[in-house]
């Protein structure tokens, strides 16, 4: 889903720093919606093309990043070439996901394209910290090349950072980091042979590292935290973390957070005359129709029908 570009240049720190949103969109004349994508070095660009046909875009390898594309809505035909070599040519539909590895330079060809996509970029260097972490497996892991593959569940988690990276505020840092850290586990699980020597390690979290982690939760409900302010108070990196802290309390930190700041937010409803702009502001929600949007779902009531229905 991109115009022609210059198959001979180079973007700025593919030779010494990972490919990010930030240096791919050089190659192309289009620039992404939106991008960015937690704190885990991880990074996103999401694409949208109207109606055209024929186009070709090709870019240089980068050794430090892997970039996984997945269709979100619409879809079309295309081909790809890795390093000069046919890979597939298949009709894109929702939850098609094609893999260009670390070192591989791409070129594609779209004989026909409209809808959204999703450039996800993970760097090597975290892909391998969570085959160690995660499952146990020392060594080098390398992904393996499966051309187009039809993978909802990567779909899923590109559409989840799709809503976040367009949000006023640019995300929850802890929504994206998870997000990050699935994806990554997902792409060790399905795109590479690990699994065929190793399982996924699991362990709940110590008793202390519980009543730490909640203590923050409740103290730092309004601020942007992440997986790795989390992670540093239970002195556990982010992969053992997440899955430690799911395992142990039933749900997600990002989800957890979202039950503290909701409930937060019926307090502030029921017992003050704060505008409801103002509740999102002090529950941690810098939009507040994302707040009012969650609210919703989660008890069935706008705020305002809240509140009257709280004072009645």
Same mark, same amino acid.
Do not use: H, M
């Given at each position: 889903m991109s115009t022609v570009s210059d198959p001979t240049g180079s973007l700025p720190g593919t030779e010494t720093g990972p490919l990010n949103a930030d240096r791919i969109e050089l190659s192309y004349s289009q620039t992404p919606i939106a991008k960015g994508f937690g704190s885990l070095g991880m990074s996103a660009a999401l694409w949208q093309s109207d +109606?055209? =046909?024929?186009?070709? =875009?090709?870019?240089?390898?980068?050794?430090h990043t892997h970039m996984i594309e997945t269709c979100l809505f619409g879809g079309g035909e295309s081909s790809l070439f890795i390093d000069g070599r046919h890979v597939f040519h298949r009709r894109i539909a929702p939850g098609s996901t094609a893999l260009v590895r670390a070192g591989e330079a791409p070129r594609s060809v779209t004989y026909s394209a409209c809808g959204q996509c999703m450039h996800l970029y993970l760097p090597d260097k975290l892909l391998q910290q969570s085959a160690t972490e995660e499952f146990n497996c020392p060594g080098s892991v390398e992904l393996q090349q499966r051309g187009l593959q039809d993978d909802p569940m990567i779909a899923r988690m590109g559409r989840l950072v799709a809503q976040e990276i367009q949000a006023p505020s640019g995300g929850s840092q802890m929504m994206l980091d998870s997000v990050s850290l699935a994806l990554t586990v997902r792409m060790l699980r399905t795109w590479s042979r690990l699994t065929e020597c190793s399982d996924l390690l699991?362990?709940?979290?110590?008793?202390?590292?519980?009543?730490?982690?909640?203590? +923050?939760?409740?103290?730092?409900?309004?601020?942007?935290?992440?997986? =790795?302010?989390?992670? =540093?108070?239970?002195r556990l990196s982010p992969f053992h973390f997440i899955r430690s802290f799911k395992r142990s309390v039933g749900v997600p930190p990002h989800q957890y957070l979202t039950k503290i700041r909701l409930e937060r937010a019926c307090v502030l409803l029921e017992t003050t005359n704060l505008a409801i702009t103002d509740v999102a502001f002090e529950t941690g929600y810098q939009s507040p129709a994302h707040f009012a949007r969650l609210f919703r779902r989660h008890y069935g009531l706008t705020p305002t029908a809240y509140r009257r229905k709280a004072r009645t």
């Open positions: +109606v055209f =046909a024929n186009s070709e =875009a090709s870019r240089p390898a980068c050794p699991t362990s709940g979290l110590a008793p202390w590292q519980q009543k730490r982690t909640i203590e +923050v939760l409740q103290s730092r409900y309004a601020d942007d935290l992440s997986i =790795a302010d989390l992670a =540093a108070e239970a």
